[in-house]
């Protein structure tokens, strides 16, 4: 079976453009992932993934890339959030509640009202199969421009996630790198749509990284891990899904699901097993 | 100088933690933070350092304090942070010296060595390949000192570091502090045990929701100051100790 998959990877130009842009939104989800979960903020990464809906119905109706609507949407929403965050009492779990179930609300009777043709059901489970040349492209550039900013801004991101007290009474702008994060937890979702699509994005997102968080207490191992989960989850939840007509977005999830699973019992130190020798 | 001007800081628009607080206080010395609990000693180095809203202004030697921001290290009370951040020893007080790197820049071999001399100096260089969750409350608080050193801050900023650590971590602490000094580098501690007050510090300020007195600390630990920050049961209290 895992003959056919490659050789049908091979084959067909459609199963290699799928898996790469695959393997780079693995990889890509992986590393931000990392941050996303050493800060905490996973339910605003379910958020911002859930609130591009909205860009990409108007980006379709305006008749422009889908990426920059959805950009500029998922970085308003995290505006929007930390707005609500300052200049109220409202817990920021509940900010991020109602910011991303109106963007989401929204983004659903657009696509209903305007009668494009985009499929619902694809945006929210994505379907890798369906990857253009031009999307792929798209997937690779800005997949490689987030792990740029990373790279660049490595020491930063370390610093605020770990102690951003610290970090702002020392002088360093905490809020711009809050934002910098959100503006490419953005592009990583939008990146992923075709891939998992917005439901599932954050799974790719925390699962990844939780699996390697524990399984190392090395930050740069920790990245590097977590790409690789990313990555090989990807590979195998794509065979999975080319082999049983399965859905790509969703068997994608439950291979990282169960490598998770797998590092929870089995993780030298961390896992369940060594807790409880 | 170090001068606070009129700093009120107010959470929530509605409790006014701090008001109008005035102090002069001449640099290179070690001073003391003291006050009742939730007098607003934390909220006095937020505000100076710019971390809650406030009004009135700071200045170092006439610069405005928000100047010169990356010349501070900060120390806030350990239970703020995440211990099970994947972070080791050495890297995490190599993050002392990210603030002043400028934005291209990446620790490197000069970054390591420093963090290296800090750790020597709190005596943690044996551990600085564990994992901070490793540590004992002592050891990470020593930890946290070499990340401020490794800083080589001007002014330094200490909220409660004493607190739940052993003596003998609190011991090298206070030898560090005097290195400091020695240097040139300023330094406040936030500081509830009045018994040591003598021994660690040049100076005081003495909190209660204002600054009610600072200056040396014969000057400000007088019986008249402690009772009009603590209450009258607080004398009692000093005599039986010192």
């Keep these: 079976m895992i003959s056919l998959f490659i050789e049908e990877v091979i084959q067909y ?25 050493l800060r905490g903020l996973a339910l605003m990464g379910d958020a911002i993934s859930h609130a591009i809906l909205p860009g990409v119905a108007i980006s379709y109706m305006l008749g422009i890339n889908f990426f920059v609507g959805a950009a500029i949407v998922g970085l308003l929403a995290a505006l929007g959030i930390g707005f609500i965050n300052r200049n109220s009492i409202v817990k920021n779990d509940a900010a991020i509640g109602i910011v991303f179930s109106l963007f989401f609300a929204v983004g659903v009777l657009l696509i209903a009202k305007a009668k494009t043709a985009i499929d619902l059901t694809q945006i929210l489970f994505g379907n890798v199969l369906t990857v253009s040349d031009t999307d792929r492209t798209m997937t690779l550039i800005i997949g490689g421009l987030v792990l740029l900013l990373v790279y660049v801004f490595y020491k930063e991101l370390v610093l605020t996630s770990f102690d951003p007290v610290m970090a702002e009474a020392s002088g360093m702008k905490v ?12 592009l990583v979702t939008v990146v ?44 195998v939840g794509l065979f999975f899904s080319f082999s049983f007509n399965l859905s790509s977005g969703p068997s994608i999830v439950v291979v990282a699901t169960a490598i998770f699973i797998l590092a929870f019992i089995f993780a030298p130190r961390r896992g369940l097993i060594a807790k409880y020798l | 100088m170090f001068k606070v001007n009129d700093l009120s800081v107010t959470y929530n628009n509605k409790v006014r933690a701090l008001k109008n607080a005035n102090a002069e206080l001449p640099l290179g010395k070690i001073y003391g933070i003291i006050g009742p609990n939730g007098a607003g000693k934390s909220t006095f180095i937020k505000g100076v350092l ?18 010169m921001q990356c010349n501070i290290s900060y120390v806030a009370q350990r239970s703020d942070l995440d211990l099970t951040f994947p972070i080791s020893v050495l890297q995490c007080v190599v993050l002392g010296t990210v603030p002043t790197l400028g934005l291209f820049r990446r620790p490197g071999k000069k970054e390591y060595k420093v963090a290296e001399q800090a750790l020597r100096k709190v005596g943690m260089l044996d551990f600085k390949n564990n994992q901070i969750g490793e540590l004992s409350g002592g050891q990470f608080q020593r930890v946290l000192i070499a990340r401020a050193l490794a800083q ?15 003596v003998h971590s609190e011991e090298i602490i206070i030898k560090v502090i005097r290195d400091l000094r020695k240097e040139g580098v300023t330094i406040f501690v936030i500081h509830h045990d009045l018994s040591k007050v ?11 929701k204002t600054i009610l007195a600072f200056g040396e600390v014969d000057e400000v630990f007088t019986e008249e100051n402690l009772t009009s920050a603590y209450g009258s049961n607080i004398i009692v209290k000093v005599g039986e100790k010192s």
């Design chain 1, 175 to 186: 809020g711009i790198i809050h934002y910098l994060l959100m503006l490419m937890l953005t």
């Design chain 2, 50 to 67: 710019n971390l809650v809203k406030h009004t009135g202004s700071v200045t170092v030697e006439d610069t405005p304090i928000k100047k």
């Design chain 1, 13 to 37: 130009g459609f199963f290699q453009k799928a898996l790469l842009t695959g393997v780079a939104v693995g990889i890509v989800c992986g590393v931000i992932g990392c941050f996303i979960v």
């Design chain 2, 198 to 208: 003598h021994e660690y510090f040049d100076g005081l300020i003495l909190i209660n």
């Design chain 1, 192 to 235: 992923s749509l075709q891939t998992v699509g917005v439901i599932l994005v954050v799974s790719l997102l925390i699962t990844p990284a939780s699996t390697a968080y524990l399984l190392t207490h090395r930050m740069s191992t920790m990245i590097f891990l977590s790409a690789a989960i990313g990555a090989i989850s990807a590979i």
């Design chain 2, 152 to 166: 080589q801050s001007t002014l330094v900023f200490l909220d409660e570091p004493f607190v739940g650590i052993d």
